[in-house]
């Protein structure tokens, strides 16, 4: 598997979650000049880009779907070829399967990990 996606669970709406992705096999060459990305599936929806960032070397520009933002922060460590999605202020729609890829979403997808926020 070259991407896995961890750290999904129950929350309340409101709370406080951190994702992380890992690209054990990928190596350092081809992940670092990568746009990484975090995605999301709900039941019976696309899955939908929901924030991305872009290499190191290019300032690491952050971007967000309108959904998230403000709430979602993506953020990289090369060195250990991580990606992570803080997420705050959840709400029962930001339930989903969660997934990262980069943001063309060709490599080979992973599992996802679940989120589901709910009192």
């Known amino acids: 598997v070259q991407l896995q996606a961890s750290g999904g669970g129950l929350v309340q709406p409101g709370g406080s979650l951190r994702l992380s992705c890992k690209a054990p096999?990928?190596?350092?060459?081809?992940?670092?000049?990568?746009?990484m990305a975090w995605y999301r599936q709900a039941p019976g929806k696309q899955r939908e880009l929901v924030a991305r960032?872009?290499?190191?070397?290019?300032?690491?520009?952050?971007d967000y779907a309108d959904s998230v933002k403000d709430r979602f922060t993506i953020s990289r460590d090369n060195s250990k070829k991580m990606v992570y999605l803080q997420m705050t202020t959840l709400k029962p729609e930001d339930t989903a399967v969660y997934y990262c890829?980069?943001?063309?979403?060709?490599?080979?997808w992973g599992q996802g990990t679940q989120l589901t926020v709910s009192s």
């Open positions: 096999r990928m190596i350092t060459s081809v992940f670092n000049p990568y746009t």
């Open positions: 960032i872009g290499p190191v070397g290019g300032g690491a520009i952050t």
């Open positions: 890829n980069n943001d063309q979403g060709s490599v080979a």
